[in-house]
């Protein structure tokens, strides 16, 4: 019990932020657009990761961390971090081309606090403000990763919102608010379906939740426990659970069927995000509640540990 109180309490802390909803078939971001290439605009990291909010490949061989000092990389084993977007990111969600996010401005950015909705790519300078610039910070935010439908948990009134679940399709020019009936418990993530955008599902306190009428009414999909790591691809929704013990499950709602993926160690520790290689079916990456994060090649059977509490490995 003393475990499972210390693990919320932790949880509580360090996630309140969307989670990717990156899908297999995810588009790289290097596009002929002008911007620079990735190895322009990075510089060697052999820092250490600290408050997390949010993990994602942006192409087959990057895997993005939104760090509390900006964006960090992990690439073909070495660690890189971005040149731009040093600010402190919440709510961070990779899509097919770029990035959504809210957060608050580094100590060098003209950006104002907090940053409400923005949207950018990792090699180009400036983010593109959608909503809410000096007044909202959206912890708990989900963006589908190609129809980019974002879901925002508003936990202070607004100049357009109550406290509630929104949605826009607009890129933040419209918000209409969500009923979330059956949605129990303190919420921590929400997550989009990458093409469905009315395919949506929450974690928090009591388990993981799935809606398929826009949010309208959610399903409690999970045995009760902690609920964390969400990601969608086209037909599953992966989710992290504390339990007492923690677990990684593959949930398909199609015919509602369950598997469990084999985690590593993790000794008082649980998942706290989780992404998929959009291009190597095989690999995935988690990153934990106490701040360490594994890589697999082979969908679980082995992993491999790249940051242990906060440290590059």
């Not at 949010?54 to 961390?65: K, L, S, V």
């Not at 948990?153 to 890129?171: A, C, F, R, V, W």
């Not at 009760?224 to 013990?245: A, C, M, V």
């Amino acid at each position: 019990m003393k475990v499972k109180f210390m693990l919320i309490a932790m949880a509580a802390l360090a996630t309140m932020a969307g989670c990717s909803g990156q899908s297999e078939g995810t588009e790289s971001n290097s596009k002929d657009t002008g911007e620079e290439s990735l190895q322009a605009v990075t510089e060697s990291f052999n820092g250490s990761l600290e408050h997390v909010h949010g993990i994602g490949y942006i192409d087959e061989e990057t895997i993005a961390y939104a760090a509390h000092s900006g964006i960090k990389l992990y690439q073909d084993g070495e660690w890189l971090e971005s040149t731009y977007h040093k600010n402190d990111y919440m709510g961070f969600n990779v899509v097919d081309n770029g990035f959504y996010t809210s957060g608050h401005p580094g100590g060098e950015s003209d950006l104002p606090n907090p940053i409400g909705l923005q949207k950018g790519e990792i090699t180009e300078e400036r983010l593109s403000a959608l909503a809410f610039e000096g007044e909202s910070d959206f912890h708990v935010m989900g963006v589908g990763a190609r129809n980019h439908t974002v879901y925002v948990l508003n936990e202070h009134p607004n100049s357009e919102m109550e406290k509630g679940l929104y949605k826009t399709t607009n890129d933040g020019k419209d918000w209409e608010e969500i009923a979330a009936e059956n949605l129990g418990g303190k919420i921590y993530q929400v997550a989009v379906h990458p093409d469905d955008e009315n395919v949506l599902a929450a974690a928090g306190s009591k388990g993981i939740y799935l809606s398929e009428d826009g949010g309208e009414t959610f399903t409690m999909i999970s045995e009760q426990g902690q609920g964390s790591g969400l990601y969608f691809t086209k037909d599953r929704l992966y989710y992290g659970l504390y339990t007492g013990e923690p677990s990684l499950n593959v949930y398909n709602w199609k015919d509602q069927s369950k598997e469990e993926i084999k985690l590593p160690e993790l000794k008082d520790d649980a998942v706290l995000y989780f992404s998929k290689n959009p291009d190597a079916g095989d690999e995935l990456v988690l990153f934990t509640i106490k701040g360490s994060s594994y890589v697999t090649s082979d969908s679980g059977e082995t992993w491999e540990q790249i940051i242990d509490q906060g440290k590059i490995k």
